[in-house]
Nanobody
Framework: QVQLVESGGGLVQAGNSLRLSCAASGQTFSRHTMGWFRQAPGKERELVAT????????DYSDSVKGRFTISRDNAKNTVYLQMNNLKPEDTAVYYC???????????????????WGQGTQVTVSS
């Protein structure tokens, strides 16, 4: 059974940092693009960052560019999201996700992703 399990969320003050982790089990995702999404109350789920299988390509939403960094450790089957200079508008449930099949291209739409974690809450106070 494939599982993606996020961890590292919490309550922080604006300006602080958090590091999210997403540990995969049940199969290897070392050749898959991976993505981090977030969903705030009343809003649609949006892509935050995506990384290709060998970490040579990454991309970010404009709202987090320069503050968040996505990375991965294929040996550990784990993807990370380092979030610096957090803002109240970053408050959301954060999900990691993987497409059904391996590939080299970055994936931007949530409809391209098949496997999802249960999410981890990030709350940023002002």
């Amino acid at each position: 059974q494939v599982q993606l399990v996020e961890s590292g969320g919490g309550l922080v003050q604006a300006g602080n940092s958090l590091r999210l982790s997403c540990a995969a089990s049940g199969q290897t995702f070392s050749r898959h693009t991976m993505g981090w999404f977030r969903q705030a109350p009343g809003k649609e789920r949006e892509l935050v960052a995506t990384i290709n299988w060998n970490s040579r390509s990454t991309d970010y939403s404009d709202s987090v560019k320069g503050r968040f960094t996505i990375s991965r450790d294929n040996a550990k089957n784990t993807v990370y999201l380092q979030m610096n200079n957090l803002k109240p508008e970053d408050t959301a449930v954060y999900y990691c996700a993987a497409p059904l099949v391996a590939g080299n291209l970055l994936s931007y739409s949530r409809y391209e992703y098949h496997y999802w974690g249960q999410g981890t809450q990030v709350t940023v106070s002002s």
